[in-house]
């Protein structure tokens, strides 16, 4: 039996997830969070054989999660389910240590695979596109793509803006001050040579960052 926890911010998604796999006879969810933290103490409490996480949640983001479990479990497998396509947070999620990177458009018969592979097969589940993507930033080894250099946080918050969120905004969705947004910001302007949202924004499109 492959034990799951199941962490997400959003109750009917969890709900969702946990309706796929209960169809599966070698599948069972043994807990499920709604936050990093949570997620911390119930793993800590009882070990799954792998976690499911999405990205962005309050508090503590999918990719500082990531890091801390690999951390206090280094061989707990972590598969990320999320909204954002694979060419915004795939590799952060994989370089981070996550063992899969799947979208939330895809939580069905693709989950099952995942699991099944990163499990039974003991491998990565790494899609087409996603190997693609790989490819592509050894080929550019992260030259051409200012934004390599920004740190998960940052990334996610150069994200935001450029999907026309407000300081505010971005300030209650992950849990932070708003000067701690406005520190982030100006960390991408120095980092990437912007000069406002409309410059993060633009190079966002330009870059396929955003939807």
Not at 137 to 142: C, I
Not at 157 to 163: N, Q, S, Y
């Amino acid at each position: 039996m492959i034990h799951v926890t199941v962490v997400d911010d959003h109750p009917l998604v969890r709900e969702g997830i946990k309706k796929v796999l209960d169809k599966e006879s070698d599948i069972k969810v043994i807990g499920e969070a709604a936050d990093g933290n949570g997620a911390i103490d119930l793993i800590d409490d009882r070990l799954p054989d792998i976690l499911i996480v999405d990205l962005t949640m309050p508090g503590k983001s999918g990719l500082e999660l990531i890091k801390d479990i690999k951390k206090r479990h280094p061989n707990l497998p972590v598969l990320v389910l999320s909204i954002h396509p694979s060419e915004r947070f795939a590799v952060r999620s994989l370089k981070a240590g996550a063992s899969g990177y799947l979208s939330k458009s895809s939580i069905s018969e693709e989950l099952i695979d995942a699991i099944h592979t990163v499990i039974s097969d003991k491998r990565k589940y790494i899609t087409a596109e996603v190997a693609e993507l790989l490819a592509q930033q050894v080929d550019h080894n992260g030259d051409n793509t200012l934004h390599t250099t920004l740190s998960d946080r940052e990334f996610e918050v150069l994200c935001m803006i450029a999907a026309g969120k407000d300081v505010g905004q971005i300030a209650l969705e992950l849990s932070l001050s708003v000067n701690t947004i406005h520190t982030y910001r100006s960390r991408i302007k120095d980092k990437m040579s912007l000069e406002s949202n409309v410059e993060m924004t633009r190079y966002a499109i330009q870059n396929d960052l955003i939807s």
